[in-house]
């Protein structure tokens, strides 16, 4: 009879997720007694069950440290246009440093992950158009705009991608990738109806919203990222969910950057590096000051 599969991972130096195929998964710290079963890295075959709750369980534990930091209000435009340029940095080289890596696993031998990676590449193809259409839609100069802006807390994330990319054994990229893509699918309708409400009347500026969403692709994705890694060796399975927790580490503290700005560092912000004042960004229903959910926490990919 077969074993049920148990996957770990160690992720931090001193804790590792551990996770079964039933479904359960835990936080496990290395203590100082011998014998610990989980100090030597996990060799048997994964399951899509328990390779998910290593993956959530990376993002979960990325974003614990500053969870209670994170200064999350209800969206506002000025906001929402620093996340459109966001969205067009992070997706304007994603097929190109795909298909680099593609292309080093067709030399290393492994024309599995060559042809997932150019599968993805394919896929992501135009989405920064998507949010440079939303810009536009705005009245924001689009293309002048994010030539001359790049967020702050975008930018680690997206140096972090190229330099995995770049590799010569670029398997932590599918890490990186499942992370973003994800979160993205956690966001919900009721979430785009929020955005939707602060655009002028007539404006339809949610197009890579929607696209990035559990209304687009994401949640396709995320299940087939999750069986794609499930089917890997136990070594490359062990590098995407540590590079998973590391991306998670870098999206958490970009989000926390850029979300501790007012409306008016905004503006002020992209004025400057547009080197001219910005059409105006009130006209809008107004904003509602407060805090909601990120659902990005702990609570929500391990529940």
């Known amino acids: 009879m077969a074993q049920p599969v148990m996957e770990w991972v160690n992720v931090t130096g001193d804790v590792s997720i551990i996770a079964r195929e039933s479904g359960e998964v835990w936080f496990h710290t290395r203590g100082a007694e011998t014998g610990d079963p989980f100090a030597a890295p996990m060799t048997g075959a994964g399951g899509a069950a328990s390779t998910v709750r290593l993956l959530d369980g990376a993002i979960n534990l990325g974003f614990a440290g500053i969870e209670k930091q994170l200064a999350l209000r209800e969206p506002t435009l000025a906001a929402y246009v620093v996340a459109l340029i966001g969205a067009y940095h992070t997706s304007v080289d994603t097929p190109r440093n795909l298909r680099r890596a593609a292309a080093r696993f067709q030399e290393l031998g492994r024309p599995e992950v060559a042809a997932y990676l150019e599968d993805r590449a394919l896929e992501e193809t135009g989405h920064d158009r998507l949010a440079l259409k939303d810009l536009r839609a705005l009245g924001m100069p689009g293309e002048p705009l994010v030539e001359r802006y790049m967020p702050e807390g975008i930018k680690p994330l997206c140096d972090r991608f190229d330099e995995l990319c770049r590799r010569d054994y670029p398997i932590g990229c599918i890490g990186y990738s499942y992370c973003l893509e994800r979160i993205a699918a956690l966001k919900q309708q009721s979430d785009i109806e929020k955005v939707q409400a602060l655009c002028p009347q007539g404006v339809d500026a949610t197009r890579f919203l929607r696209s990035h969403s559990c209304l687009g692709s994401e949640v396709t994705h995320v299940e087939e990222t999750i069986a794609f890694v499930a089917s890997l060796p136990a070594n490359d399975r062990i590098s995407v969910v540590q590079e998973t927790y590391r991306s ?34 009130c006209g809008a229903p107004p904003a509602h000051a407060g805090r909601h959910d990120s659902r990005a926490g702990a609570s929500v990919l391990l529940s």
């Open 248 to 281: 998670a580490l870098v999206m958490a503290e970009g989000y926390n950057h850029e979300l501790l700005k007012s409306d008016a560092q905004i503006v002020e912000e992209l004025e400057r590096a547009l080197g001219e004042p910005l059409p105006s960004l």
